[in-house]
């Protein structure tokens, strides 16, 4: 599929021509698509599809990979993964990667600051106030959906303005679906874009700008925010919902 010409405003991160690999096993077969700056971006599709794969290449944390990824107009397919993060770009795993052996507030000041204009730890405690209720608690101690919260306010610390989310909704209460999704909001508001992979497609269509289908390693469809509902029949034969 050719790279996305339908995304508004400024391109920020431009996947062209994608191939990932573990050892023998070819994930990524070309994939392209375009997040601009602003946007909330979801990558759909089924397990197996690639969307993780895509996040974890963007990251350098696949270490075959070749195609161009350009965050700002600079190539990043030959940096490494600390590079990557110090150009602005978190990564919220779907493991999350909470420290047990640190409390909820040491957990947030661990990762270093890679740009001004990190949230400080009240703002963050702002947007997520059951972190500061549960500050002086051990990370994985957290519900779910508190580790999910502590995931993402770690990554809002440091600075980074194009947040990876790697299935933010993953097994939570509707009620803690609902936190997420006004957390997207709000920051989409602030101005962060975020790339976001989820299996849910009814809460992807409630925040995302942008979606894109992925099949067998690829971007196979590209959908609106406003073609939603004319190409409902397409996104479930993709999706199978």
């Known amino acids: 599929m050719p790279e996305s010409k339908a995304t508004e405003g400024m391109p920020l991160l431009e996947v062209s021509d994608l191939h990932a690999y573990y050892g023998e096993s070819h994930i990524l077969h070309g994939s392209s698509f375009v997040v601009s700056e602003g946007q909330v971006v979801a990558l759909l599709g089924r397990n197996g599809a690639g969307k993780t794969t895509t996040l974890r290449a963007i990251m350098g944390m696949v270490r075959d990979r070749r195609g161009s990824i350009r965050f700002r107009g600079q190539e990043l397919i030959k940096l490494s993964s600390d590079k990557i993060a110090n150009l602005g770009i978190g990564y919220c795993p779907e493991e999350r990667g909470i420290f047990a052996s640190l409390d909820v507030e040491e957990n947030l000041l661990l990762p270093p600051t890679v740009a001004d204009g990190g949230m400080s730890l009240e703002e963050i405690y702002s947007l997520f106030p059951n972190l500061k209720e549960r500050r002086r608690s051990s990370g994985t101690r957290l519900s779910g959906g508190e580790q999910q919260m502590l995931a993402i306010g770690r990554i809002l610390r440091t600075g980074a303005r194009l947040l990876l989310l790697d299935e933010p909704t ?31 497609y009814h809460f992807a269509a409630t925040v995302a700008d942008h979606h894109f289908i992925m099949e067998q390693g690829k971007v196979a469809e590209e959908v609106r925010k406003d073609e939603l509902k004319e190409k409902q029949d397409l996104i479930e034969t993709y999706l199978g919902v």
């Open 170 to 200: 993953e097994g939570l209460a509707p009620v803690i679906v609902q936190q997420i999704h006004d957390v997207i909001t709000q920051l989409k508001s602030r101005g962060y874009t975020i790339l976001l992979v989820e299996q849910n």
